[in-house]
Structures are given as structure tokens and as C-alpha cells.
């Protein structure tokens, strides 16, 4: 019974964030972030500033789209990101343009094992775009002209990640971290962070006097 409790709470948890567009900077991340900070006040918000310099890298900024999609000269429209956000390639540029199938295809990804699978693709750190589709759809796409449109922005704003930390007797520590960047694949980005939820909570009850001190970690990327 306890562990279909524990189940069902993981579930329950995983599904709050699973369709938000989460990205490594913007809104729908923080908000993801703000489930777990929900649940355990011992979360604290870390953020870096874009254009801040972080070891080698510098902080991005953020990527806001508010629509995409692919429609054909007949008025259908294919790949369309308001229907799931893995039509869209991560951090693609605002683009609008009239193409004919062939060039088109040139930016379209897809999965050839998995035909029935739209694949994640991102462009962080180029000035690209494009557009995912399962392989089914794009056989069956039919010829004509096409209309491309990705309305999206790029804003100086924060890249955030979120810490707990646990005091025990000693400063040496048990580290846990995930990933919660990666939009629409529970299995890649909400299992990591719902389990470490769980077990900061187990931490908290079963060792409130604990030898070693644990340090809890969701971050993008």
C-alpha cells in the first residue's frame, strides 16, 4: 500500500510540468521548478544573469515561442507546436517563409526506427530552426507549396537551477542531481527529478540526524 502511495504521489507530480514547454532558460522551467519548491521549502532559487560568464560558458538568453507550424497550400497544417512542443526545435529563430516540399524537408527531423515517435532536436548555441515529425506523417506529406511560421523571441533574462541542502554531522556530502529541461518525455526529464523529490523527503523523515550532509540539485541541461 505505502508504495502505491508513493507512486500515485510521483505521478501526480510528473504530470504538473509534463506539458510546459521547459527549456534551459525561460518561464515554463521556473514554473517547473516552483513544483518542487512547493513541496520542500528547503529548495533555493540559484539564478545567473544572461551574458554572465560561467566557467567556459556564457549564460544564454532566454527563448520564448508562442506558436509554429507547417501548412500546406490546401490549408492543413502539419508539425504544429500549440498540439505538442516537439514539433518545434529548441531555440529556433522567429521565421515566416513560403517553401516547396523539397527544401522543406531539409529541415524537418525525424526518427527512422521509430515511425511513430516525434524526436527532440534543440539548436541552443546556433541561430537555427526547424521542425520534428514522426516518420509516418512526413511520408504522407503531400507535395505543393508550403507556409513555415515559428513566432518566437529571444530576452535577456536568467538561467535558474534549484538546491536543498540537508545539514548533517559532518560537511563531507551524499550529492543528488537531475535534469528538468528536456519538454514532453517523462522517462528523460520527470522521472529524475519526481525520484529525488521522494527521496528528500525520505532523507528528511527517516534521517533528521543524519552523519553526512545531502545536497539535492534540479537544474536545466
Known amino acids: ?27 515554463d522551467i521556473r514554473k517547473s521548478f516552483g513544483f518542487f519548491q512547493n ?12 551574458g554572465e560568464k560561467v566557467f567556459d ?12 507550424y507547417i501548412e500546406h497550400e490546401s490549408g492543413k497544417r502539419f508539425a504544429e507546436f500549440k498540439k505538442n512542443n516537439l514539433h518545434i526545435v529548441g531555440y529556433s529563430i522567429p521565421v ?9 524537408l531539409k529541415k524537418i527531423y525525424t526518427l527512422e526506427n521509430q515511425k511513430d515517435s516525434i524526436p527532440y532536436v534543440t539548436s541552443y548555441y546556433s541561430k537555427d530552426w526547424g521542425f520534428c515529425l514522426d516518420k509516418n ?10 507556409k513555415v511560421k ?4 529571444f530576452n535577456k533574462g536568467t538561467l535558474d537551477l534549484i538546491e536543498a541542502k540537508i545539514m548533517g554531522e559532518h560537511d563531507k556530502e551524499i550529492f543528488f542531481s537531475s535534469y528538468l529541461c528536456h ?8 522521472s529524475g527529478p519526481v525520484l529525488i ?8 523523515k527517516q534521517y533528521p540526524n543524519s552523519k553526512y550532509t545531502y545536497r539535492f540539485v534540479l537544474l536545466p541541461e
Open 1 to 27: 500500500m505505502k508504495d502505491n502511495i508513493q507512486g500515485e504521489r510521483m505521478i501526480k507530480l510528473a504530470k504538473k510540468p509534463f506539458p510546459l514547454n521547459r527549456s534551459i532558460c525561460g518561464p
Open 39 to 50: 513541496n520542500h521549502k528547503e529548495f533555493k532559487r540559484i539564478s545567473f544573469k544572461s
Open 57 to 68: 560558458w556564457i549564460i544564454p538568453n532566454e527563448w520564448i515561442i508562442h506558436d509554429g
Open 96 to 104: 515566416e517563409l513560403i517553401m516547396d516540399k523539397k527544401s522543406l
Open 137 to 146: 506523417t512526413l511520408d504522407k506529406l503531400p507535395d505543393g507549396k508550403y
Open 150 to 153: 515559428i513566432k518566437s523571441e
Open 183 to 190: 519538454p514532453s518525455m517523462a522517462n528523460n526529464e520527470l
Open 197 to 204: 523529490n521522494e527521496i528528500l523527503s525520505y532523507i528528511k
